[in-house]
């Protein structure tokens, strides 16, 4: 073959090369690289991200420290960064799987951690399914560690902290027999509150007590904070205005002194005539019925005895006249007496 024909099939075959490559828009870190993980008989599923800030492609995905899967790709939906990651089919996973963004050393390439919870009872992902930005925590970059740390650096914190320090240094006391004092008197308090665990225990229910009646009790405490200065301040007028009365009364109660005073004696002594007459009208409960038996006894064994048949019969048979001696006319003792009868019913 000569120079001129080799040197047109190698075009030839770098045009179809170009073109096959062109339309299947090959991916160079898709192409498998030998040693490479690949996972087998793989299933799809979705890992949300606040940030996935670093994280190469093809990254592993690891569950245990064993690598179950690899990054497929890396979308943005919205402001959620999608990873799509596949996983080896022989690998179930919880559907409440937690993800996180990890490096295995300070320089080391991000990974996806898989962390299955403690119970693994529910239900597992399958194909397609996803797990939520509840779920997973972007990395701890290290260019935030080293600004973190160039803070504390250069913030003062260090030397703040040095200084705090000495000044403990400087509270302790120099002498040696001093401080040994002081570390037996915390040795004695650490004992007494070891010896009294029960009574501190009770104390910490006590408290959780209250903490929870508090806590059930939101919308009572909430309210008393709403509606109770306004009433306090209504209850702190009512108060003044009751003190206020209380003030006046003196000065009423004064003037009542003054116009007693003058006629206390007159006051005793009319008190003195009432007492007879109040300690009768006490006992007139006892003496009216007394009376009152008494007075229908008169009436039932004495008038009324007296007067059922017409009361007493008298029959005139004859008058005579006065003989001579001086005096009253008897007939006109004689007609008064019959007049009385006559009216008493007891002459005709």
Same mark, same amino acid.
């Given at each position: 073959?000569? =120079?001129?024909?080799? =040197?047109?099939?190698?075009?030839? *075959? ?8 062109? /339309? ?5 870190? =898709? ?18 991200? /606040? ?16 690598? %179950?899967?690899? *990054? ?6 919205? @402001? ?26 300070? *320089? ?5 951690? $898989? ?5 693994? /009872? ?8 996803? %797990?939520?930005? =509840? ?10 560690? $080293? ?19 000495? @000044? ?19 040795? #004695? ?14 104390? $910490? ?7 929870? /009646?508090?806590?059930? @009790? ?5 309210? $008393? ?6 009433? *306090? ?21 004064? &003037?009542? #002194?003054? &116009? ?6 007159? +006051?005793?002594?009319? +008190? ?23 007075? +229908? ?17 008298? @029959? ?33």
């Amino acid at each position: 073959m000569t =120079r001129p024909t080799m =040197r047109a099939l190698c075009a030839l *075959l770098a045009t179809v090369a170009m073109s096959f490559t062109a /339309s299947c828009s090959l991916d160079p870190t =898709r192409l498998p690289v030998p040693g490479a993980y690949t996972p087998r008989h793989p299933y799809n599923i979705n890992i949300e991200f /606040s940030s996935v800030l670093n994280l190469p492609a093809r990254a592993k995905v690891d569950s245990g420290g064993v690598q %179950i899967g690899v *990054l497929d790709r890396v979308e943005l939906v919205g @402001n959620t960064a999608v990873t799509y990651v596949e996983i080896a089919g022989d690998t179930k996973l919880p559907v409440n799987t937690r993800a996180e963004l990890r490096q295995a050393t300070p *320089l080391g390439d991000i990974y996806i951690a $898989l962390l299955p919870p403690e119970d693994r /009872s529910g239900p597992i992902l399958r194909n397609g399914d996803t %797990i939520p930005m =509840r779920n997973t925590a972007p990395a701890d970059n290290v260019e935030d560690l $080293l600004r973190s740390m160039s803070n504390l650096v250069a913030g003062g914190a260090i030397g703040t902290l040095q200084t705090t320090v000495v @000044n403990v240094n400087k509270a302790f006391p120099q002498d040696p027999n001093e401080l040994t004092h002081m570390q037996h008197t915390v040795a #004695g308090v650490l004992n007494d509150l070891a010896a009294n665990q029960d009574t501190i225990d009770g104390i $910490l229910s006590g408290m959780e007590n209250i903490t929870s /009646s508090f806590a059930a @009790n939101t919308q009572v405490f909430n309210r $008393l904070i709403t509606e109770g200065p306004a009433k *306090l301040q209504g209850l702190s007028a009512v108060t003044m205005a009751i003190l206020n009365v209380v003030g006046a009364s003196k000065d009423v109660g004064k &003037l009542g #002194g003054e &116009l007693i005073n003058p006629i206390a004696g007159d +006051l005793m002594q009319i +008190l003195s005539y009432i007492t007879p007459m109040v300690d009768t009208m006490a006992t007139a409960d006892t003496t009216i019925p007394v009376i009152a038996d008494k007075f +229908l006894a008169l009436l039932r064994y004495k008038l009324l005895g007296f007067f059922r048949d017409g009361g007493p019969k008298y @029959n005139i048979t004859e008058l005579h006249a006065p003989t001579g001696q001086e005096g009253v006319d008897p007939a006109d003792k004689a007609d008064a007496a019959v007049k009385a009868m006559q009216t008493m019913g007891m002459v005709p």
